[in-house]
């Protein structure tokens, strides 16, 4: 009897040790994950692919593009705010562009940027020509503290399996989200991508 | 044969079957009925919550990308979307996910091949296509209505439910289709 009670309690304990070691097991989601590199603002990123460096973000209600002809369109407005991340890329040694730009909110939300065209993260970058320009973020008011900036080259993640990544800390604590919004403008104008 | 073996084999038994029935969905009951709707009722999915506010028929396209609008035999559904998942969604993710019947008829609209147009409408515009997580937008999908059916009256759009699960073709995780949420009852304006 007691080997028998001796049996049922080491099957008990096994199968809980089976049950944890596959809790514990990180998701094909998380070992196919890109390759991040971490930053902050103004610090220079270097990944694998590309260095990156966010230069300073802005606030807007409305946002207005200028083309490279010095056109300014017609102000976009937003169910959110407009988020103007501006930031200088290179690629390293092939061409790229860097389409996966996420903000990634404190809740896990990612946001895409956004698909209007003539932004940094829709140009072609030849490798060793540095380009600055803006990226544009649509995200709801309240998310804004403490978003984080992610970028790969592919706005697809299928296509960034353990691919180069850039995590930027954009500095979003609460008081500085909060001054950042107070100062809001009603529209911004973002000017053109331009080569360095 | 000892009490023991008989233990194993029915604790065999009841693993063997609950191993089974976890992955594939658990010991859930039944689906319910899928409910019945009417313009401007809300319907929430895990990656989007709709309501629809209008349906038009017209024989011009509402939505012309360059030029003047052409001539032929539209029906446009427009919709007020929620993201309420934790990623960009886009019109097309949503139009895949409706299913169109149209009355008189009964037929059916192809919502990928009879589509012709899908956006977001902000600032008279219709150059966006992008939902993100907690925003909500309005919506128009523009179809064709293809030519042996009458002028429609009637649409039963059918909206099915997304799942961000890990799938068949790639064992990442991706949006999948899930079970239909609601069948909206709708009248055809002109």
């Known amino acids: 009897m007691r080997r028998a009670v001796l049996s049922v309690v080491m099957g008990v304990v096994l199968l809980a040790a089976i049950i944890g070691v596959r809790r514990a097991t990180p998701g094909v989601d998380e070992r196919y994950a890109p390759i991040a590199v971490s930053g902050a603002l103004g610090e220079q990123v270097d990944t694998a692919a590309f260095q990156l460096r966010v230069d300073r973000l802005e606030l807007g209600g409305a946002v207005r593009i200028t083309d490279d002809y010095g056109l300014t369109g017609e102000p976009k407005s937003t169910a959110g705010i407009w988020v103007v991340v501006w930031a200088t890329v290179a690629a390293a040694s092939t061409s790229l562009q860097v389409q996966g730009a996420r903000l990634r909110t404190a809740d896990g939300s990612e946001y895409l940027a956004s698909s209007t065209i003539g932004t940094l993260d829709k140009t072609d970058l030849s490798p060793g020509i540095p380009a600055y320009g803006p990226i544009l973020f649509e995200i709801p008011p309240d998310r804004l503290t403490g978003a984080v900036l992610s970028v790969t080259t592919h706005s697809v993640k299928g296509l960034d399996l353990l691919g180069p990544a850039a995590d930027v800390d954009l500095g979003l604590t609460a008081s500085y989200a909060t001054g950042l919004l107070q100062r809001m403008p009603p529209t911004v104008t973002v000017g053109p991508v331009r080569n360095l | ?190």
């Open chain 2, 1 to 190: 044969m000892g009490p023991w073996a008989v233990v194993t084999g029915v604790a065999f038994v009841v693993a063997t079957v609950l191993a089974l029935a976890w992955p594939a969905g658990g010991l859930k009951e039944a689906a319910a009925e899928i409910p019945h709707r009417r313009l401007g009722e809300t319907t929430t999915g895990h990656r989007l919550a709709i309501a629809p506010y209008r349906v038009t028929y017209a024989t011009k396209d509402p939505a012309p990308v360059f030029g003047d609008a052409k001539a032929g035999r539209f029906l446009a559904v427009e919709l007020e979307v929620r993201n309420v998942s934790d990623q960009t969604a886009k019109v097309g993710d949503l139009a895949f996910r409706l299913y169109l019947t149209v009355s008189p008829g009964g037929s059916t609209i192809d919502r990928i091949r009879d589509k012709t147009a899908g956006f977001v409408i902000r600032d008279g515009r219709y150059d966006r296509d992008q939902i993100q997580p907690g925003l909500s937008e309005r919506v128009m999908i523009v179809y064709t209505v293809p030519a042996p059916l009458p002028d429609p009256t009637d649409l039963t759009v059918t909206f099915r439910d997304d799942q961000y699960v890990a799938g068949f073709s790639s064992e990442l995780s991706e949006w999948y289709e899930g079970p239909d949420l609601a069948i909206y009852d709708l009248k055809v304006d002109r």
